[in-house]
């Protein structure tokens, strides 16, 4: 119990996915403006990579490797991830129209986000069992989504800020996202993987 | 819902509403049926490639899934253009109540049985049974929610000719 | 979109880099410059499916249908993918495993997508190659310029590894500019590559805006006379 609790709180914080691995940049950059709007798009990756972590996983353990197809796994994965998405977008709709209307757009754009299909690789990488792969890739969107928020915060904060023509833009945000960086690092050395 | 850039210093970040434009496909009595405008949601990541869907549908069909009907209390015509608006808070409800209570529930699930017999293959099975059961939880909030008003739109006034969406 | 073999240089390369102007692929950016090897192989990796899925994509662009058109990209993008990360592991054996995980991420590295997107279903395959290849030479310069900014000032040498990541024959390249404890440690971790990025942006906008100015002043003159 205890080594899945700090096997998750490694995952979210000492090796988040963002400000460590370098996972899923576009939607850090590109929908940090807000913080509703990032909040949405952390839970939404959250809920995709999840599952496709355990679809990968299943296809891992019961597809590749019973028949020895361990190359096909990049396009195995990404087809999954995609298929994921597609089947995620259709039971949103269906469970709730309403909610569908609010949530829609975010899920197309995690198709390409390097973070679900990395996490995927990860999890497979690191050969762990079910559950502890499942709690893994869902303590990895977590910290994700947490670093989606936080730097959407300081985003709307430096809207108001004095920002040298030159900087505004992606550059001050870069330069903010790495001293984000910064203080992450303050976690290493808890805990192992 | 996509939104404008809204006036950062409010007060009170629980009123913060979220501007978007919608377009009033037709009337029918008493209610307008809307189409929000396309935004640059997609544009952000640059990658507008993968925004038109993998597989399904194009961009097109995605808004019109994302119809939605209001009142029509400002006598309103087809063709015009409207600003909506959306409470903040309601995009965080909504997530949390599509994604977290499905999610929390099936990793629940998976982990009980994970303890309960240590098989791989029976806390899959859990985990999709507490997927199917967090949805249904899912949807009886939502549907609370949605009585209760906090997922729809609200009208706001009409759209001046120039004025559209622009994301950040 | 001009076929003119100059423009398409031109934008590949500079006006429409990948990294610095269109801020694509960033995920590999960031992670595999912490040497100018890396960068360079990364972006040579890249480089290759680049231009491979480019080729593809341009020759079946008529039989393409649109509903299916962004999955045929990510099939081809994944099977090009894993042919790199196949041959990686049988030739560049030291290589594939520096850049490890981020070999196969080049299937959701958004350059390739947005060019297959937004040229190569379009043009004829010439011009679809060309352009692949020079998107694929600006993505390589943008990863070896900040690897090697960061590697410089980070550990102070510039293409350490070289032989050992691309062959004997790269030996000659290997230097090292500044005595080993000057290294300001922090470039090579996370923090330093947003920043390098951050920095290298601006860099680039100043130059532009002064060629910008330049060339808005010889037109002026003139005027004057």
């Known amino acids: 119990m205890k080594e899945m609790l700090l096997m998750m709180v490694s995952a979210a914080l000492v090796n988040n996915v963002l400000l460590a691995r370098f996972l899923g940049l ?53 087809l999954v991830i995609a298929s994921t998405v597609q089947f995620s977008e259709m039971v949103i709709r269906k469970v709730s129209p309403s909610l569908f209307r609010m949530l829609g757009i975010y899920l197309p754009l995690i198709t390409t986000n390097c973070a679900v299909l990395g996490v995927a690789l990860l999890v497979v990488d690191a050969k762990m069992g079910f559950l502890a792969s499942i709690l893994f890739a869902f303590a990895s969107a977590l910290g994700f989504s947490l670093v989606m928020i936080i730097f959407a915060g300081l985003r709307e904060r430096l809207v108001l800020a004095q920002v040298p023509g030159l900087f505004s833009g992606a550059p001050i945000a870069l330069i903010v996202a790495s001293l984000l960086a910064m203080a992450f690092m303050g976690f290493s050395g808890i805990g192992t993987i | 819902m996509s939104d404008l850039v809204t006036m950062p210093a409010q007060a009170s970040p629980s009123a913060r509403r979220v501007r978007s434009i919608a377009r009033v496909l037709s009337v ?8 929000p405008e396309q935004t640059s949601a997609c544009g952000h990541c640059a990658s507008a490639a993968s925004c038109g869907s993998n597989g399904l549908g194009s961009s097109g069909s995605r808004l019109e899934k994302r119809r939605f009907p209001l009142a029509n209390s400002a006598d309103l015509q087809a063709g015009e253009r409207v600003v909506v608006t959306v409470d903040e808070s309601s995009l965080l409800k909504a997530s949390l109540t599509a994604y977290m209570i499905p999610l929390v529930v099936a990793i629940g699930a998976g982990s009980i049985a994970e303890s309960l017999y240590g098989s791989d293959l029976l806390s899959l099975a859990a985990m999709s049974l507490g997927l199917i059961a967090g949805l249904l939880v899912a949807r009886l909030v ?20 120039g004025e559209s969406c622009n994301a950040d | 979109m001009s076929n003119d073999f100059k423009t398409l240089a031109k934008d590949g390369l500079w006006n429409r880099n990948g990294v610095f102007s269109m801020m694509l692929g960033l995920c590999p950016s960031m992670a595999m410059t912490t040497s100018a090897t890396n960068g360079f192989g990364m972006g040579m990796a890249t480089l290759v499916v680049i231009i491979a899925t480019s080729f593809l994509v341009s020759l079946f662009r008529k039989v393409i249908t649109q509903e299916v058109r962004i999955a045929i990209f990510v099939v081809i993008s994944a099977v090009m993918v894993t042919v790199v990360d196949m041959a990686m592991n049988a030739w560049l ?74 062959g004997p024959a790269f030996k000659v390249i290997e230097m090292r500019l500044l005595p080993e404890d000057m290294g300001v440690l922090i470039m090579i971790l996370p923090p330093g590559a947003f920043l390098v990025l951050g920095l290298l942006i601006v860099a680039k906008r100043l130059i532009d805006q002064r060629s910008e100015r330049r060339a808005q002043q010889a037109s002026a003159v003139p005027s004057l006379a």
């Open chain 3, 93 to 166: 054996h030291e290589l594939y495993k520096v850049l490890g995980l981020f070999i196969p991420l080049i299937v959701v590295n958004c350059l390739p997508m947005a060019r297959m997107e937004s040229f190569s279903s379009k043009q004829p395959l010439l011009p679809s190659v060309i352009d692949g290849l020079f998107t694929g030479l600006g993505f390589t310069f943008a990863l070896t310029l900040m690897g090697a900014v960061r590697e410089v000032i980070g550990s102070g040498t510039l293409f350490a590894d070289a032989s050992l990541l691309l």
């Open chain 2, 142 to 161: 939502a549907r609370r929610l949605a009585a209760r008003g906090e997922l729809a739109p609200h009208y706001l006034r009409r759209a001046a000719p």
């Open chain 1, 26 to 78: 576009c939607p850090f950059m590109g929908v940090t403006s807000r913080i509703d709007t990032a909040a949405g798009m952390g839970l939404a990756t959250t809920f995709v990579m999840t599952f496709s972590a355990m679809m990968d996983w299943t296809v891992q353990h019961y597809l590749l490797e019973a028949y020895d197809l361990g190359f096909l796994r990049i396009v195995t994965f990404i």
């Open chain 2, 28 to 35: 029918d009595g008493g209610t307008a049926w809307l189409e």
